[in-house]
């Protein structure tokens, strides 16, 4: 079962299909944790991935390069995030109900869109999207080398993006007060923190990086756009979040972890066909959840995440 | 025993002397916020004419073809009942744990469960017993295996912490895989194009109520169950105890109320409505268990429980409607040729501006002062 | 009259939430390098008035000026950079980050962060004060009383002059009073000049320069200290005469109705709370339980009442064993009655109506229930038939609990745990942000209760209120009883040492 491990070719085949399939579940879970730690529950991120793969179909379509595709994928997600920062921060409806408002609307509204915009649908697109790009001599190394450095270039922006959100949220001023507002952003406006102007930020920075998973699966992966094609990742990126207890680097280890996972889950369809391929693909989404409970226990989200604030609440 | 010196802080709303013309106006403005989901529907499809212009299609040659094909006849509106039915049920199968302050996103596992559940009964119960046993047992079947594919993330929830919405949610891939992989393995007619299992016997087909159409009972037993939850929440101990943790978990437990208990039984309840849905699907439609039955009713019964705001009773008025759009979009797409999954993003554009209306609540003191200053400047002529 | 120049005026401020006016015509002047005490009593409108100079409510009409400048304030940044700071009396602060990291934290400066840097700072600042304070301790972790020293730090770190301390004290033992006040004292004479919010008379008489008195959102005095006593100034602000004089007779004492032995639980964060605690309540008797907040009163409380589990020990109600039992078991057949700290978030379902509120712990018996279906009319019958006992002020039971002021809240749960006369009867902070006819009712009616033969366990914090309920008092401190007194021995001096646990 473990062999493939042993052979160079394989294992770096199998590494790189991990590293890609973690890719958009790292632009989700890092969009999510910085809502989450600006005191938004953002659960509307299944709904990003697909207006960012939406997007990035459109974009690529009608302006014919993968930069528009790249370009509208970011403007459908901050749209989202603008969308979740009015109705969750301003006017304060509960941002769970609004957050599977915006998943049903996603679904609804890219399957129809996709029909009318694309001809025969988004299903037999073939777009122009990023190719790889080799980082001279590093990706040389053995194994190594084609996994880390010969990727595309969505591949380096969502490792820049866990590093950069680390940094962010722990070595600048304005990333304290971020973590401030995620706690108790009562005090944090009594402090002199804009409580609204930031959690505005982080929910539109937010649900951007989370849109930009849903543009690396058009863009780089399978270059059409189907329905519902997030496909849960949303949810598992969610998951990642709980079980990276909110901290960016641990985030980004769970999403390799569930990478991995499915690309171990895949070779192990190709490699028995016996078996109902079923019951290989439902494993990520069970792995998902046995991690977040065997992990809940001493995780501890940010006191004030889903609570919209009001300043003159009495 | 008097209060010494209650000095009277409290508000000091404007009394009864208010002209009756503000009167008149304050209740008009009450109705208008009453009104609400009505404004959300209308904005939605207003909006959805925009798209079917989009599309290259009239918008009045559309939804006259959608209304029609959906409410104007005997078959139209006999179609739509079948297809209230599982949306009803798992608009119920939200509902009931929402009332307790718990998201169940994953009913769409929950159908899944309940209707492999069911048919194995259907399939493997030795035909011994009389024949409207085994339908019951079948129907039992379904609810019982939603009931337990939705005790899972009640239990993590109760014993772990663990986020209901998220488990939900995977669990129902977990649950649609599941049912791929019996059928691949056991289930599946052999020789069959697309993984479906044998057809159930004859006998233990649901009967129909209405002559000539697939109106089968599973429909009048949907709206029984709405009426029996608007039963429960109404009147009895059990629904209210499930109201207050919903409301204050702290204060239930204050009450003595076990909360664990009660998250585990309104999610098992909700469960089971969705197993029902999933049961009726099966023993009253298709006959047979198909891989990836369900269109999305699990989502879609979310969509009818924000419309009906959480009320059960509203819940049969709003999943009849939800039923007529997707129905009529058939029609809508035979005469007019805009595709049927407008009708998506009409759903979509409708439970967004219902999420949207829940911001805007109605504040009798904050309108009848705002009345009174309308007022002001016309009373001083 | 302004000899010395003014810091901060305020004219004519209005302040209404929904149709209620917090603060209704509002005008004073706070002279610079001056201590001015805001006087008056709970409701009276003080914090809404000093959460306006901070830039946090927004006025509706009237206006604010800083050392003569007219000024609007629509954010604490904005006041801040005028040199005003605010310590609120519920500390605002991260409680899971450090010191330093709550210190630094809204200030202005370079992106990237350099908390060494500040780390030094502070650590300069708090030695100049005379602070001991450890920055790099998560907030959490340090008691009360250090808490307010690092908000005072705070302000001084943004180099604030005008400080508004809202009720200062009330997180202070006795003992802790004296230093607090030099503190205050010096800070004056460095310049600065301080607005203390407060409802003790003696405080103003000893520290204030001149006070302003509120009731009912409106000024009613502006006087200088020292033209004036502490009988005149509570005339000004309870609106008649007042001297708390509850008429009590002595308690007839019975057999114990609470016996509390070695009881030991944890709080949320799984740190210990009570470390042991032994405890005696009579029939006929009040013990008022005195301490510094954070002690383990209120897990004290949730534990006897069956809110939260006891690691050990055990708690015996009129003499059977309880802890099995939940807590609509101990008040049915143990005879307990619960009120507890947390009204709106534990004592009450907010969302539902005052007649469900009457029977929240009692609606799945009969007569209210009967085999799982609900009876609405007794339900209501029995609400209205309390809510007129109680003087409970709406417009019907039907009303939701959530718009009832907090005085008529409180009534509710005292009407509801009273109503089957229990024999024992747990009190956490009863008062805790009631004005003083409600305040005034709830002792009398505790008090009543106590003469009809139920013995009480009263918690609280405030020492002159138990002072005047109690009729023997336990001091509990870090989750153990240290010291037990009647109420004609205890001083305030012997209390603070008990409280402190510098006294056994």
Redesign the interface.
């Known amino acids: 079962m473990f062999d493939f491990l042993l052979d160079p070719a394989q294992l770096t085949d199998f590494l790189s299909t991990g590293l890609r399939l973690s890719i958009p579940l790292i632009f989700a879970a890092m969009g999510g944790l910085v809502c989450e730690r600006s005191g938004v529950f953002n659960i509307a991120l299944e709904g990003q991935i697909l207006f960012g793969a939406f997007g990035a179909a459109v974009g690529a379509y009608f302006l014919g390069t993968p930069t528009g595709g790249l370009g509208f994928a970011l403007l459908f997600g901050a749209l989202s995030g603008l969308l979740l920062a009015v109705l969750g921060i301003t006017l304060r409806v509960n941002q769970i109900v609004i957050g599977i408002a915006v998943i049903l609307f996603s679904t609804g509204f890219t399957s129809f869109m996709s029909r009318v915009l694309f001809p025969g649908s988004g299903n037999s697109l073939k777009l122009q999207g990023f190719g790889p790009v080799a980082i001279p001599y590093l990706s040389d190394i053995p194994v190594l080398g084609p996994v880390l450095f010969s990727q595309d270039a969505l591949v380096y922006v969502a490792l820049l993006t866990v590093v950069a959100v680390y940094l962010v949220l722990f070595k600048t001023r304005i990333g304290l007060s971020i973590r401030a507002i995620g706690e108790n952003p009562s005090a944090a406006d009594s402090a002199g923190v804009p409580v609204f102007r930031l959690r505005y930020a982080c929910v539109i920075a937010g649900s951007t990086l989370a849109s930009l998973g849903g543009a690396y699966l058009v863009l780089t992966q399978v270059f059409l756009f189907s329905d519902n094609m997030s496909a849960g990742k949303g949810f598992i990126a969610l998951a990642a979040i709980v079980l990276g207890r909110w901290q960016p680097q641990l985030a980004f280890l769970a999403c390799l972890l569930f990478g991995f996972f499915d690309a171990f889950q895949l070779r192990l369809q190709f490699n028995h066909p016996e078996i109902p391929f079923q019951v290989f693909a439902a494993l990520p989404y069970g792995v998902s959840i046995l991690a977040l409970v065997g992990l809940m226990g001493q995780a501890h989200p940010p006191a004030a995440v889903g609570r919209p604030y009001d300043r003159e609440m009495r | 025993?008097?209060?010494?010196?209650?000095?009277s802080?409290?508000?000091?709303?404007p009394s009864g002397a208010e002209p009756r013309a503000g009167r008149v106006a304050q209740s008009l403005i009450k109705f208008a916020f009453m009104l609400k989901t009505v404004w959300a529907v209308l904005a939605a499809l207003i909006l959805g004419a925009f798209?079917v212009q989009?599309?290259g299609g009239r918008p009045v040659a559309a939804y006259s073809a959608l209304f029609e094909g959906a409410f104007a006849d005997y078959y139209g509106i006999s179609s739509t009942l079948v297809r209230m039915s599982p949306l009803l049920l798992a608009s119920l199968a939200v509902i009931i744990p929402l009332r307790a302050g718990l998201?169940n996103?994953g009913a769409e596992g929950q159908i899944y469960i309940g209707a492999l559940l069911s048919t194995l009964v259907a399939l493997y119960l030795p035909e011994v017993l009389p024949s409207w046993i085994h339908v019951i047992a079948c129907i039992g079947a379904g609810a019982l295996g939603g009931a337990l594919w939705g005790l899972i993330p009640a239990a993590?929830k109760a014993y772990?912490?663990?986020?209901e919405?998220?488990?939900s949610?995977?669990?129902s891939?977990?649950a649609v895989?599941?049912v791929?992989?019996v059928l691949?393995?056991w289930l599946m007619e052999p020789g069959a194009p697309y993984p479906y299992s044998r057809e159930i016997p004859d006998a233990l087909v649901l009967p129909t109520f209405l002559s000539e159409t697939e109106a089968h009972i599973g429909v009048l037993i949907a709206v029984a169950a709405a009426l029996v939850i608007a039963v429960i929440f109404r009147?009895?101990?059990?629904g209210?105890?499930i109201?207050?943790v919903g409301?204050?978990p702290?204060?239930?437990?204050?009450?003595?109320?076990?909360v664990k208990r009660l998250t585990l039984s309104s999610f098992a309840l909700g469960g089971a409505m969705a197993g029902l849905a999933g049961a009726f699907e099966v023993l009253g439609l298709k006959y047979r268990l198909f891989d990836h039955f369900s269109p999305?009713y699990g989502?879609q019964g979310?969509?009818v429980a924000?419309l009906a705001a959480l009320s059960p009773l509203g819940s049969i008025v709003a999943a009849f409607f939800l039923a007529g759009l997707q129905v009529g979009a058939g029609a809508m797409q035979r005469t007019t040729g805009i595709?049927t999954?407008?009708?998506?993003?009409?759903?979509?554009?409708i439970?967004?501006f219902?999420?949207?209306g829940?911001?805007f609540r109605y504040h009798p003191?904050?309108w009848s002062?705002r009345v009174a200053a309308w007022q002001k400047p016309t009373q001083g002529e | 009259m302004q000899a010395v120049p003014s810091r901060i005026s305020l004219e004519g401020i209005v302040k209404t939430f929904g149709g209620f006016r917090a603060n209704d015509d509002v005008s004073i002047h706070v002279a610079e390098g001056s201590i001015h005490a805001i006087l008056g009593e709970n409701g009276a409108g003080k914090s809404t008035l000093m959460n306006i100079i901070y830039g946090l409510y927004q006025p509706d009409a009237g206006r604010i000026l800083s050392r003569g400048r007219e000024v609007k304030i629509s954010n604490p940044r904005q006041a801040m950079a005028l040199g005003i700071g605010m310590v609120h009396q519920h500390f605002k602060q991260v409680d899971t980050m450090t010191v330093t990291e709550n210190v630094v934290l809204g200030l202005p400066g370079r992106p990237v962060l350099n908390l060494a840097q500040d780390r030094k700072r502070i650590i300069d600042l708090a030695q100049e004060l005379g602070f001991d304070i450890d920055p790099d301790q998560p907030m959490w972790s340090l008691p009360i009383g250090m808490q307010q020293r690092v908000e005072i730090l705070k302000l001084l770190y943004r180099q604030a002059d005008l400080l508004i301390l809202d009720e200062p004290t009330s997180v202070l033992t006795p003992s802790e009073i004296k230093p607090f006040f030099n503190l205050l004292s010096r800070l004056r004479s460095s310049g600065r000049t301080i607005v203390l919010i407060t409802h003790k008379l003696d405080e103003v008489m000893e520290m204030a320069d001149r006070v302003t008195v509120m009731r009912l959102g409106r000024v009613v005095a502006n006087i200088e200290a020292s033209e004036t006593n502490s009988r005149e100034l509570a005339r000004l602000m309870v609106g008649r005469d007042v001297i708390f004089d509850v008429t009590r007779t002595p308690p007839r004492i019975g057999s114990p109705v609470l016996e509390v032995a070695d009881l030991v639980a944890t709080d949320e964060r799984g740190l210990s709370a009570l470390n042991g605690l032994s405890l005696t309540v009579k029939a006929g008797e009040i013990v008022g339980i005195a301490g510094v907040d954070g002690n383990g009163q209120r897990e004290l409380a949730e534990t006897i009442a069956g809110l939260r589990k006891a690691s050990a020990g055990t708690v015996k109600i009129c003499g059977q064993v309880a802890d099995r039992l939940n807590p609509a078991e101990r008040k049915r057949r143990l005879r307990m009655g619960f009120v507890p700290e947390d009204r709106q978030k534990v004592g009450l379902d907010l969302d539902s109506d005052i007649a469900f509120n009457m029977v929240l712990r009692s609606f799945r018996l009969p007569p209210f229930s009967r085999h799982g279906w609900v009876d609405f009319a007794k339900i209501k019958t029995h609400a209205k038939q309390l809510a007129e006992r109680y003087d409970v002020r709406m417009r019907g039971v039907g009303q939701r609990a959530r718009d009832l002021s907090g005085g008529n809240q409180q009534k509710i749960i005292l009407a509801r745990e009273m109503e089957d006369e229990p024999e024992l009867l747990i009190v956490s902070q009863p008062t805790k942000g009631l004005d003083v006819g409600a305040i005034d009712f709830v002792q009398r009616t505790l008090l009543a209760q106590r003469d009809r033969g139920t013995g009480i366990l009263y918690i609280s914090t405030e020492l002159e209120e138990l002072l005047m309920v109690a009729d023997r008092l336990a001091v509990i401190f870090n989750g153990r009883i240290v010291g037990e007194l009647p109420v004609s021995e205890a001083t305030p001096e012997r209390l603070g040492l008990l409280m402190t646990g510098k006294a056994a």
Do not use: W
């Open positions: 025993m008097s209060v010494v010196g209650q000095p802080v409290k508000a000091q709303t798209l989009l599309a998201f996103i993590l772990r912490g663990t986020n919405i998220i488990t949610l995977l669990l891939y977990v895989y599941t791929g992989a691949h393995a009147q009895t101990t059990l209210l105890s109201q207050t409301h204050n702290h204060a239930a437990v204050y009450a003595g109320l076990d999305g989502m979310i969509i924000f595709d999954t407008m009708v998506e993003a009409l759903q979509g554009m439970v967004l219902v999420a949207i829940l911001a003191e904050r002062r």
